[in-house]
Each structure stands twice: as structure tokens, then as C-alpha cells.
């Protein structure tokens, strides 16, 4: 695995705290899948269907969603960890 140092401007480098702290990954991570996003989209637009089979619509098409739908069951989590038995009632 390699290394590198990269220099951002740093208000860009807070959002992506903010984000990667919020996703619940760390900033290795997130720069991984950045990254790689990148180059799917990059690679995508290049070689056409050979990169986005038929099934892909179906079934890959939503993996983008993962780090939305992290967030999104960390606020229900949340919420529901708040919820007094006696609301219940």
C-alpha cells in the first residue's frame, strides 16, 4: 500500500472532516472512495458499456447511496435512542 501527502486548501479539508466524520469513515476511507468514484466515472465514460453491463443499472446502480443511507440510519438511530417509554404508552 503507498503513501502520499497531498495539500488542500483548508476550508476544503474542514468539509471533508465534516463529511467523513458524519459518514462514520475515516479520512483514509473517504479519500479511497473518492478516489476510486473518480475513476469509475472516468474509466465509465471512457469504455461505455464494457464498464456499465446491462445488470449494473439494476443492481449497482444505487452504490452510490451507501454513505447517504449510512447517514441517514445514523440520524434514525439517534432519534430512536431518544424516545421515552412513556410516548409509548
Do not use: Y
Not at 52 to 59: L, T
Not at 62 to 88: A, H, V, Y
Amino acid at each position: 500500500m503507498g503513501k502520499t501527502t497531498v495539500e488542500l486548501p483548508d476550508p476544503l479539508l474542514r468539509q471533508i472532516k465534516v463529511a467523513s466524520a458524519q459518514d462514520g469513515i475515516s479520512l483514509k476511507q473517504f479519500f479511497a472512495e473518492a478516489a476510486r468514484e473518480r475513476l469509475r466515472k472516468r474509466n465509465g465514460a471512457d469504455s461505455g458499456a464494457e464498464f456499465n453491463p446491462p445488470w449494473m443499472q439494476a443492481f449497482g446502480g444505487l452504490r452510490d447511496l451507501k454513505q447517504e443511507t449510512r447517514r441517514i440510519q445514523k440520524i434514525i438511530d439517534e432519534e430512536f435512542g431518544q424516545i421515552d417509554e412513556e410516548d409509548w404508552r
